[in-house]
């Protein structure tokens, strides 16, 4: 009876379960993954906890009792989908933990990457991938978890790194070899233990800590200043994602980038876009490392571009919308980590709208409601050449 008073209640789904797809509930981040699921797009096994949960936790600071049964049915499942046990060195499992509001806020609040590590989990993961993968990965997860639940400034984990690097004349974080990288992760957790904020090791607790943390996040300085500014209803909350980690940064087989169905400043139809070998997410966002047009990863891997390509194409039919797709490659096998419409400059924007008249797969009233009254104001804006602009 317990089970079903709580599926009645239920504050996380499982990706792709049931019809429970709309943004206000799962938010934009989950409501996409729900879609891709339903589609048969190659997605990692999670769960998303709803927005109801954001503003509890919003109006009482403190999640409802009943998050804790759903959060263990997520991870059970994931386990069972993966293959992997959260937490055993021997064959661990690392999620992810992301916000998804239901108005998409890029940038504005928190994520957290390879959670479920500690030094023993390190040792073993380190034992099945090689050693400087899991110790590449535990850097990553010490200043991420660091930074995020446990409030120390990014800066005191980046001054450690480059001295490190400038011991040993380096410059690129992926200069560091395996030795580097695991005496930079002693010294981020002495620094931490310095500091009177010492390392959560425990995968359960990080868990715990990192769902309240990228809840807080909905209200952070930041968030709040874009909902102003963008006229966001503050009551809204956001969504938490929780997925099984797939690593960019695996081999020379990997990596990760967004791609476009459409240019998105011109509206010119065909992949575009970029990405990033032997990489996970946060370098592109970072800037520690510049990415490559998305026509490069052609010659990096042709099949796995022409499959990327085919994927993008149905999902910008299946909305009939330009559409903007976050993928990672592991070892050769794509991944689809998110989906959503793009964001597109005004003259993108008007482009298209007329294709589709033009195609006949909207009226003219049709494509007029998609491009908004100030795209349309811009373009009649007098405004330089942007090739006579470049050659002067």
Not at 121 to 145: K, Q
Request: hydrophobic share 45%; net charge neutral; proline share 5%.
């Amino acid at each position: 009876m317990a089970r079903n008073k709580s599926n009645r209640r239920q504050v996380a789904f499982l990706f792709g379960e049931g019809n429970c797809n709309t943004a206000a509930l799962l938010g934009g981040k989950g409501a996409g993954l729900a879609e891709l699921v339903s589609l048969g797009m190659p997605v990692p096994p999670g769960f998303t906890v709803t927005t109801s949960v954001a503003r509890a936790f919003a109006q009482h600071r403190r999640t409802p009792g009943r998050l804790a049964w759903h959060v263990e049915r997520g991870m059970a499942a994931i386990e069972r989908q993966t293959g992997k046990r959260f937490g055993d060195p021997g064959n661990p499992l690392l999620v992810s933990v992301r916000s998804g509001a239901a108005v998409s806020m890029p940038g504005m609040m928190d994520t957290v990457l390879n959670l479920g590590m500690n030094q023993e989990i390190t040792r073993g993961l380190a034992a099945v991938t090689g050693p400087r993968f899991a110790w590449d990965c535990y850097r990553r997860f010490l200043a991420m978890f660091g930074e995020i639940v446990l409030g120390i400034p990014r800066s005191f984990f980046a001054e450690i790194i480059d001295k490190v690097k400038a011991d040993r004349g380096l410059v690129m974080d992926s200069q560091l070899s395996a030795n580097a990288l695991e005496q930079v992760c002693q010294e981020y957790r002495t620094m931490m233990e310095l500091l009177e904020r010492p390392m959560i090791d425990e995968p359960q607790e990080q868990l715990e800590k990192a769902l309240v943390a990228v809840l807080e996040s909905w209200n952070n300085p930041r968030a709040r200043e874009y909902r102003r500014i963008n006229r966001i209803p503050g009551d809204l909350g956001t969504a938490v994602n929780v997925q099984a980690m797939v690593f960019g940064n695996r081999d020379s087989a990997s990596g990760t980038g967004v791609a476009f169905s459409h240019n998105c400043n011109t509206g010119e139809p065909g992949l575009w876009g970029e990405f990033l070998a032997d990489a996970q997410g946060e370098d592109v966002v970072a800037g520690s490392r510049t990415p490559m047009p998305i026509a490069g990863m052609a010659d990096w891997n042709p099949e796995l571009y022409s499959r990327l390509e085919d994927i993008v194409g149905k999902l910008a039919a299946h909305r009939n919308h330009v559409v903007d797709v976050e993928f990672t490659v592991e070892s050769g096998r794509l991944y689809i980590l998110q989906v959503r419409a793009a964001k597109l400059a005004p003259e993108a924007a008007v482009t298209i709208a007329t294709h589709l008249v033009w195609e006949e797969r909207a009226t003219r009233q049709e494509a007029l409601a998609l491009v908004p009254a100030e795209h349309v104001q811009a373009l009649k804006t007098p405004a330089f050449n942007p090739r006579a602009l470049e050659l002067a």
